[in-house]
């Protein structure tokens, strides 16, 4: 017979566990959500799921304290530190703990998703790499002659250069919704067309966040229609990838993608890895200032903090945060 009063009283006590990590590691974060807390170690992600977790009905008399390694990274990891850390920085200015959790929400589910783009680009760099490599040593053989045989290629190229426009467009559309968490408007998600008239409507065309919007949407814009294009092709609308390829010139290209839309001049061969790099960063750069933006719209005119624009060279290694918040005098604290 379990006695349920008994195993209650136990996990009602304190309880102590050991995380997985190494020595020379440390925990710098724990963060609860609904399916666990999770620590943030500098070169871990670990949930940590407590008997009550695993065992409500107390079925179990020695359920344990399970931890699940979500990713071997940490808060060594720009993107982490970007993204979740940065945003916990921020969460205490915001009024209501609903707001803080949808925050903290849409902040986790970028944090992943940028990691899995990070990934992809990272695994398609690597194989553009290794083929260039295999190429570069015969490269006459597969550029000279009347009719040279084709160069080595990719072989999942196409398939993962969609993998990571389509994942991009959904961190984006996760990023709109950070704009009815502080301004209870509901712009649809993903509707980044919408949100700049909105701003320029409500704080004016001069102000720094409607302009910022407008400048971000041009990008966003255009990768919206290459996904679109995957989704939706047409015979004057579609995507093209091209693999390593012989031109006119006898020069072998490095793989590049080509959009045909009549709106957008982006049809000549833009280079495929450099443009998923930029684009990763212009979606970590867009949610951390709309983060900072956002938070300055609703925090109380009267909290003197200061924010510190940190240039990557002077950014803590182990906790690569852009942005530092700090306490800042106003006149009535220094005394006469």
Same mark, same amino acid.
């Given at each position: $017979?379990?006695?349920?009063?008994?195993?209650?009283?136990?996990?009602?006590?304190?309880?102590?566990?050991?995380?997985?990590?190494?020595?020379?590691?440390?925990?710098?974060? $724990?963060?609860?959500?609904?399916d666990?807390?999770?620590?943030?170690?500098?070169?871990?992600?670990?949930?940590?799921?407590?008997?009550?977790?695993?065992?409500?009905?107390?079925?179990?008399?020695?359920?344990?304290?399970?931890?699940t390694?979500?990713?071997?990274?940490?808060?060594?990891?720009?993107?982490?530190?970007?993204?979740? &850390?940065?945003?916990?920085?921020?969460?205490?200015?915001?009024?209501?703990?609903?707001?803080?959790?949808r925050?903290?929400?849409?902040?986790?589910?970028? $944090?992943?998703?940028?990691?899995?783009?990070?990934?992809?680009?990272?695994?398609?760099?690597?194989?553009?790499?290794?083929?260039?490599?295999?190429?570069?040593?015969?490269?006459?053989?597969?550029?000279?002659?009347?009719?040279?045989?084709?160069?080595?290629?990719?072989?999942? &190229?196409?398939?993962?250069?969609?993998?990571?426009?389509?994942?991009a467009?959904?961190?984006?559309?996760?990023?709109?919704?950070?704009?009815?968490?502080?301004?209870?408007?509901?712009?649809?998600?993903?509707?980044?067309?919408?949100?700049?008239?909105? +701003?320029?409507?409500?704080f004016?065309?001069?102000?720094?966040?409607?302009? $910022?919007?407008?400048?971000?949407?041009?990008?966003?814009?255009?990768?919206?229609?290459?996904?679109?294009?995957?989704?939706?092709?047409?015979?004057?609308?579609?995507?093209?990838?091209?693999?390593?390829? &012989?031109? +006119?010139?006898r020069e072998?290209?490095?793989?590049?993608?080509?959009?045909?839309?009549?709106?957008?001049?982006?049809?000549?061969?833009?280079?495929?890895?450099?443009?998923?790099?930029?684009?990763?960063?212009?979606?970590?750069? &867009?949610?951390?200032?709309?983060?900072?933006?956002?938070?300055?719209?609703?925090?109380?005119?009267?909290?003197?903090?200061?924010?510190i624009?940190?240039?990557?060279? %002077?950014?803590?290694?182990?906790?690569?945060?852009?942005?530092?918040?700090?306490?800042?005098?106003?006149?009535? %604290?220094?005394?006469?």
């Amino acid at each position: $017979m379990i006695d349920k009063d008994s195993i209650k009283h136990r996990r009602d006590g304190a309880i102590f566990a050991t995380l997985g990590i190494e020595a020379k590691d440390r925990i710098v974060a $724990m963060i609860p959500r609904r399916d666990g807390l999770y620590a943030i170690s500098l070169d871990k992600t670990i949930r940590v799921n407590l008997p009550n977790d695993l065992d409500p009905e107390m079925e179990h008399d020695d359920a344990p304290i399970a931890q699940t390694l979500v990713a071997s990274k940490g808060s060594r990891n720009p993107i982490i530190a970007r993204t979740i &850390l940065q945003a916990e920085d921020f969460l205490r200015f915001i009024p209501n703990e609903e707001r803080q959790r949808r925050v903290r929400d849409i902040a986790w589910e970028v $944090m992943t998703s940028l990691l899995a783009i990070s990934s992809q680009i990272t695994g398609l760099r690597s194989a553009i790499d290794s083929k260039r490599d295999e190429i570069l040593p015969d490269y006459s053989l597969y550029a000279l002659g009347p009719s040279p045989p084709p160069a080595p290629i990719v072989e999942s &190229l196409e398939i993962d250069f969609r993998s990571v426009v389509l994942l991009a467009n959904h961190t984006l559309n996760s990023i709109s919704e950070l704009f009815p968490v502080f301004f209870e408007q509901d712009f649809k998600r993903g509707k980044f067309d919408r949100i700049p008239r909105w +701003a320029s409507r409500t704080f004016g065309e001069a102000d720094p966040l409607s302009r $910022m919007l407008r400048a971000d949407e041009i990008w966003i814009n255009a990768w919206g229609e290459v996904r679109n294009a995957f989704e939706h092709p047409k015979e004057n609308y579609f995507v093209r990838v091209n693999n390593f390829r &012989l031109l +006119a010139n006898r020069e072998i290209q490095l793989p590049t993608w080509q959009l045909r839309n009549d709106k957008l001049d982006l049809f000549r061969p833009q280079a495929l890895i450099d443009t998923l790099g930029l684009l990763e960063q212009n979606i970590l750069g &867009l949610f951390e200032n709309l983060l900072v933006a956002l938070t300055e719209k609703v925090l109380v005119s009267s909290l003197a903090i200061g924010l510190i624009d940190k240039g990557e060279d %002077d950014r803590d290694p182990d906790c690569p945060k852009r942005y530092e918040l700090v306490s800042v005098l106003q006149p009535n %604290d220094i005394e006469a």
